[in-house]
């Protein structure tokens, strides 16, 4: 299976580039092996600003409501330059399938990050975010935008990869789009995934294709499904939307499997449902059955390739 390269903005310590205060590597198996299926836009915001490395280390802060961030040892206030940064980087970023960040960290982390109650960071205020990874939430709601640690947990990965991997076959594919036909093609291939996500939104843009009249814009048509995709897949599914979409894909096959076939991948859903497997091990029984009764209207289905397998 092909999949288009997402453009993906990377922490440059996630890289393996010496950019962190105290110089030294950030070595993520998984991060280094996501970015050999990614165009990788690298990013530091700290030494982009001009600190330099090794550097003192910098905090967030909370100040009337403000997220700010200061470098206790130089009583330096560095707010106004790190928002002035991801303000131009982000304006300079033309197209963007999704951002992996550092974790913890006062600029890039998108969790734990330690905030504090004081520019000297001496009273804990609570775990947050940094300041660079809350403008781009802010700017890029339908983007997904992750960080490292958060990646640990396999549901948030596979959420993670499936968005980033759409989002980057949507980005291609939405400029070639020459007919309504295609659409309904791009539409008919994710059917079992956007049914995973959402129903309503699965009926809705199925509804906005069928409403489709040759005097209509074809190009606002397109935009409105793109910004549908987006939305929908931005809902995290939870184990019983899948389990509910597996038991639609099982429906294909249950006529040709026997009894001990069928047992097993129920106590399968089962174990999944209990937390004891990911998501990854029915959907890959699925898939081998999708090939054992060539089944191409499954195989077609992105639900089962949503991402490259060598990133499962
Ligand atoms: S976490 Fe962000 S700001 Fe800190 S070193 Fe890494 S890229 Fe630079």
């Not at 992996?100 to 205020?125: A, I, M, R």
């Not at 499904?225 to 038991?247: D, W």
């Not at 090939?291 to 499954?298: G, L, P």
Request: aromatic share 12%.
């Amino acid at each position: 299976m092909n999949f288009e390269k997402p453009i993906l903005v990377l922490s440059a310590c996630l890289d393996l580039q010496p950019v962190r205060y105290n110089g030294q590597l950030v070595k993520d198996e998984f991060v280094l092996k996501l970015r050999d299926f990614c165009q990788v836009i690298t990013v530091c915001p700290e030494v982009s600003i001009g600190l330099g490395v090794p550097r003192e280390k910098i905090i967030v802060y909370v100040e009337d409501g403000i997220y700010k961030v200061s470098q206790p040892a130089t009583g330096r206030d560095l707010t106004n330059e790190l928002n002035d940064f991801a303000e131009k980087f982000i304006e300079n970023l033309k197209e963007v399938d999704g951002f992996l960040l550092k974790s913890k960290s006062p600029s890039c982390g998108v969790s734990n990050t330690l905030v504090y109650k004081d520019s000297q960071g001496l009273f804990f205020h609570s775990k947050g975010k940094g300041l660079f990874a809350m403008k781009v939430l802010k700017t890029f709601p339908l983007v997904p935008v992750e960080d490292e640690g958060r990646l640990k947990n396999p549901s948030i990965k596979d959420h993670f990869l499936t968005r980033l991997f759409s989002l980057a076959h949507w980005r291609v594919f939405s400029k070639q789009v020459n007919s309504i036909k295609d659409l309904y093609e791009f539409h008919r291939r994710y059917k079992y995934l956007l049914m995973v996500h959402s129903q309503q939104m699965l009926r809705k843009m199925g509804k906005l294709l069928a409403n489709y009249s040759k005097e209509q814009d074809l190009q606002k048509i397109v935009n409105e499904y793109g910004e549908m995709f987006k939305l929908a897949l931005c809902k995290k599914p939870t184990v019983g939307s899948h389990i509910n979409v597996m038991m639609h894909i099982f429906g294909h096959f249950s006529d040709f499997i026997n009894q001990s076939e069928k047992r097993h991948f129920l106590n399968v859903l089962q174990k999944l449902r209990e937390g004891k497997i990911p998501i990854t091990v029915p959907r890959e029984i699925l898939r081998s059955w999708a090939y054992r009764f060539d089944d191409k209207y499954v195989l077609s289905q992105v639900y089962l390739n949503p991402y490259p397998q060598e990133l499962e």
